[in-house]
């Protein structure tokens, strides 16, 4: 039989024996990744540099080209676009914020900005991206390559750790020791002068910086986005504990809390429990700098190297997270929507270990 018909029998029949997810695979897989761009976006987070170091360097060790998108969104759409070598992640590993900067865009919420991002990125010929961000940077990348069929792999960058489909969030762990850190300190002078402290920690939507520096420093209440927050029962149990003489007390909240942040809870405890000498402290953008933790370096560099061979893989469009201690992967759209949910039992043991 001659060849050619041979060949065209074969294809025939290993087109009928393809499963559609086997053939989808295949599909992306011929679609080589060749040059890749990486980028932080949105709030920076204590670990971002080692996650680029590990993207860059995993990048160059399997043959492809990396440049560095400055600025998140922004740089794409303005083209501020750099090519990445090895050297040019060299010690920063233990450097906090992000060489690449970051910024919140708007304009890539516009077809007109992803457009001009696009044509950019053709530019240079990047037909695969690693963002390192939050979840409204995550949202950009699903719509982007939605838009432009650019394969995009997310990794979840931001100290309020509120992301689906991993158990950490690169900076999280950071932001935690840098508020145990403040809160102790702060004890301390409370405990001079026996006074109670509102401590004010980020999280505009999220509490668990609020909920783990809490329990970490021994709080005697701690106020949650989460959880709807009973004042009445706080209130009462500051007048009972002022009734025993108890007079330092530290109570955390999280910045976005249903009830209101730091102030207004301290405002209210001075009109309702007066015998308590208050103070507040907002501690702010402390919280996302310095040098990144053992767990968040390598966390970062788990997920970065993850990442590339994502790309590689032809794994497409998910989030890179760990998940008992495993790589796991979550589809971008499902790492968006769904948040990490609060245990009731940690709420219990906060009760418990503060009486
Ligand atoms: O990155 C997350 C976060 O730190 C939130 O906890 C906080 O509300 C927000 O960023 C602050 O953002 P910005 O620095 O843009 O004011």
Same mark, same amino acid.
């Given at each position: 039989?001659?060849?050619?018909? @041979?060949?065209?029998?074969?294809? =025939?029949l290993?087109d009928?024996?393809?499963?559609?997810e086997t053939?989808? +695979?295949?599909? @992306? +897989?011929?679609?080589? =990744?060749?040059?890749i *761009?990486? +980028?932080?976006?949105?709030?920076d987070?204590?670990?971002?540099?080692?996650?680029?170091?590990?993207?860059v360097?995993?990048?160059?060790?399997?043959?492809?080209?990396?440049? #560095?998108? +400055?600025?998140?969104?922004? &740089?794409?759409?303005e083209?501020?676009?750099?090519?990445?070598?090895?050297?040019?992640?060299?010690?920063?590993?233990?450097?906090?914020?992000t060489?690449?900067?970051t910024?919140?865009?708007?304009e890539?919420?516009?077809?007109?900005?992803?457009?001009?991002?696009?044509?950019?990125l053709?530019k240079?010929?990047?037909? &695969?991206l690693?963002?390192?961000?939050?979840?409204?940077?995550?949202?950009?990348a699903?719509?982007?390559?939605?838009e432009?069929?650019?394969?995009?792999?997310?990794?979840? *960058?931001?100290i309020?750790?509120d992301?689906? &489909?991993? $158990?950490?969030?690169?900076?999280?762990d950071?932001?935690?020791?840098?508020?145990?850190?403040?809160?102790?300190?702060?004890?301390?002078t409370?405990?001079?002068?026996d006074r109670?402290?509102?401590?004010?920690v980020? #999280?505009?939507?999220? &509490?668990y910086?609020?909920?783990y520096?809490?329990?970490?420093?021994?709080a005697?209440?701690?106020?949650?986005?989460?959880?709807?927050?009973?004042?009445?029962?706080?209130?009462?149990?500051?007048?009972e504990?002022?009734?025993?003489? @108890?007079?330092?007390n530290?109570?955390?909240?999280?910045? #976005?809390?249903d009830? *209101?942040?730091?102030?207004?809870?301290?405002?209210?405890?001075?009109e309702?429990?007066?015998?308590? $000498?208050?103070?507040?402290?907002?501690?702010?953008?402390?919280?996302?700098?310095?040098?990144?933790?053992s767990?968040?370096?390598?966390?970062?560099?788990?997920?970065?190297?993850?990442?590339?061979?994502?790309?590689?893989? *032809?794994?497409?469009?998910?989030?890179?997270?760990?998940?008992?201690?495993?790589m796991?992967?979550?589809?971008?759209?499902?790492? =968006?929507?769904? @948040?990490?949910?609060?245990?009731?039992?940690?709420m219990?043991?906060v009760?418990?270990?503060a009486?």
């Amino acid at each position: 039989m001659p060849t050619q018909i @041979k060949n065209a029998i074969w294809d =025939v029949l290993v087109d009928c024996l393809l499963t559609s997810e086997t053939r989808e +695979m295949i599909e @992306k +897989m011929q679609k080589k =990744v060749t040059r890749i *761009g990486v +980028m932080t976006s949105g709030g920076d987070a204590p670990g971002m540099n080692a996650c680029v170091r590990a993207v860059v360097r995993t990048g160059l060790y399997h043959g492809l080209e990396v440049f #560095g998108i +400055m600025r998140g969104y922004q &740089g794409m759409i303005e083209n501020d676009i750099i090519p990445m070598d090895s050297r040019s992640v060299a010690n920063i590993i233990q450097r906090g914020g992000t060489i690449l900067k970051t910024a919140r865009c708007k304009e890539f919420t516009t077809p007109e900005g992803r457009k001009k991002a696009y044509e950019n990125l053709q530019k240079h010929g990047i037909n &695969g991206l690693v963002v390192i961000g939050g979840d409204g940077s995550f949202k950009g990348a699903q719509i982007f390559s939605n838009e432009y069929d650019i394969p995009c792999i997310g990794i979840p *960058g931001t100290i309020d750790k509120d992301i689906a &489909g991993t $158990d950490f969030t690169i900076g999280f762990d950071t932001a935690v020791n840098t508020a145990i850190d403040a809160i102790d300190k702060i004890r301390d002078t409370a405990d001079a002068h026996d006074r109670l402290f509102v401590v004010e920690v980020m #999280g505009r939507d999220a &509490g668990y910086i609020a909920l783990y520096s809490g329990i970490g420093t021994g709080a005697e209440h701690i106020l949650i986005p989460e959880k709807k927050t009973d004042v009445e029962q706080i209130l009462s149990s500051l007048q009972e504990k002022e009734r025993r003489k @108890k007079l330092v007390n530290i109570l955390v909240v999280a910045e #976005g809390d249903d009830f *209101g942040g730091g102030n207004e809870l301290a405002n209210l405890i001075k009109e309702r429990v007066p015998g308590f $000498d208050i103070r507040v402290a907002i501690l702010g953008h402390i919280q996302r700098g310095g040098s990144p933790s053992s767990m968040d370096r390598l966390i970062a560099s788990r997920m970065g190297y993850s990442a590339v061979e994502c790309l590689l893989e *032809g794994r497409h469009n998910v989030m890179v997270g760990i998940v008992n201690n495993r790589m796991h992967f979550t589809p971008l759209d499902k790492a =968006v929507k769904a @948040k990490q949910r609060i245990s009731e039992e940690w709420m219990k043991i906060v009760k418990i270990l503060a009486s």
